[in-house]
């Protein structure tokens, strides 16, 4: 099936704002999508600024580089090697940096790329499809203590036991090859009184495998001390995440950088002490930043987002 192509960019103004963009700025879009905060990052920048794009999909990668402006650069690549790339580039420090994370929704949208469980499609689930193993390679060689680690872990499901011991009893009948025999297969092991209304009970094993499978997780942890490491005095770190265990890796990070030792209580402090105590190299910009009731009514999957914002400062 062909791509939907469409993604309505989530905290569009909000994040581009809490960039606070210089005309002549370096900035990274760390996850591109269908390019809809780096259209409005380019209209705001002079004809100096610069915007470098890291998507780890092709498709996404494919739409950026027919953007055809001198400023902007689009590079397949995962973020968590931000870094390196950067430095291919020549780009010793950058003035900005945004990461919004998960998926889009042209990948969601597209059968073929198996990230659906209401699209029958095969069980792909990678946001790079040019490496790395597929929903259906690890479904059929995981263990199942793996599997039930997974489920839970990056699921937060109740029954994932129940899960994983259904999968291994189906694969050993039949190879696991589509979303359909999956999501099935889940449903059939969640007992009907326990299901959420309104979702579909397959959510949480769908979004529990795709985050493993894409390391989600790891390389936002690799990825954050680089963002910082590579911002100027004043740089800012913009991070919109969809799900708690992102946004608590978030949260944690911008919190660490701000205060990253707790005043001891004898004053006043030694020499080593206070160099210690002045490794902060962030500060927390504004509140936690959620969409509005109007945003959610026209794009029902902002509904989990959340942004938050810090600001590179000079470790003394
Ligand atoms: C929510 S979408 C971004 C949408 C985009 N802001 C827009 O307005 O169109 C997330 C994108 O990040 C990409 N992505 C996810 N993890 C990534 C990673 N580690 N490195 C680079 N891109 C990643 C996905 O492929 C997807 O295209």
Redesign the pocket.
Known sequence: MAEAGK?T??L?QEAVEALALKPDGIYV??????????RLILERLGKNGRLIA????PA?CAVGRSFGDERFCMVH????RLQEVLRQLNIDQIDGVLL?????SP?LEDATRGFSFSMEGPLDMR?DTTEGQTAAQWLASASEVQLEEVIKEYGEERFAKQIARAIVKARARQPLVTTGQLAAIVAAAIPARAREPKQNPATRTFQAIRIYL?Q?LE?LSL?LPQCVEMLKTGGRLVVISFHSLEDRIVKRFIREGANPDKLPKHLPLRADEVRRFSRANLQMVGKVVRPGVAEVECNPRARSAVMRVAERINTT
Do not use: I, K, P, W
């Open positions: 993604h960019t989530v569009l879009d760390g996850t591109f999508g269908r390019g809809g905060h780096s890291f998507d780890r999909d996404a690549s995962s973020y968590s919004d994370l998960g998926v889009s990948q946001m894409n989600e390389r990825a």
